[in-house]
């Protein structure tokens, strides 16, 4: 009998070896390697990272995630919900603070006034003053565009007709047209502008 069970113990052994070292080569290795290949031949753009080039050809970002920029002549957009550093895509993810949390009523009600006050408006789109669930959004609504661009325009001493060609330009329709809203990514409405001061 004792003999009978440790055969019996030693083929659930195989057994499992086997089926191990199957699943091993298909998730590890099958799986991956599928993946990455329909992205080279379907999505290249997307499986390379969406990178975004300045007006001198070196890279400047992805179309994927937001960057924290600064002066007048920028586009600001969405807060970063990222801890310690902004739009760091190695620490994605919400600030898991909810909606009655004072900490987050506080941030939106600062931001809100400052606004407010910088733009002479009496609502701030709320993308302009919320992270996103990612923290690292690169997009915001056409609304908010709209309401940066006599700023961008007056900083960069061009024509505000020039700046709102580029929100057009950079705006991304809603999908088949009905599904979710126009928007703006300020990564590549950024980088249009610079090409356009810099070219005229």
Not at 26 to 31: D, K, P, R
Not at 67 to 83: I, L
Not at 88 to 102: D, I, R, V, W
Not at 124 to 141: E, F, K, T
């Amino acid at each position: 009998m004792a003999q009978v069970e440790k055969v019996h113990i030693m083929q659930s052994l195989k057994t499992a070896a086997v089926l191990f070292i199957l699943l091993a080569i298909i998730t590890g290795v099958l799986y991956p390697l599928a993946v990455a290949m329909t992205g080279q031949i379907f999505l290249p753009w997307q499986a390379h990272g969406s990178l975004l080039y300045d007006v001198k050809g070196g890279i400047s970002g992805s179309s994927l995630i937001g960057q924290s920029f600064t002066g007048d002549k920028y586009f600001r957009p969405r807060p970063s919900g990222t801890p310690d550093n902004e739009y760091n895509a190695l620490a994605s993810s919400g600030s898991n603070l909810g909606p009655t949390n004072k900490i987050l009523i506080d941030n939106i009600m600062n931001r809100t006034e400052e606004l407010k006050k910088a733009y002479g408006a009496d609502r701030i789109p709320s993308d302009l003053v919320m992270s996103s669930a990612s923290g690292l959004d690169p997009d915001i609504s056409l609304e908010s565009a709209r309401l940066q661009s006599e700023r961008v325009a007056k900083a960069r001493g061009i024509d505000i007709e020039k700046v709102d060609h580029a929100i057009d330009k950079c705006t991304e329709k809603p999908l088949l047209g009905i599904l979710g809203t126009a928007r703006v990514n300020v990564v590549t409405l950024n980088l249009e502008l610079d090409r356009i001061t810099n070219h005229g």
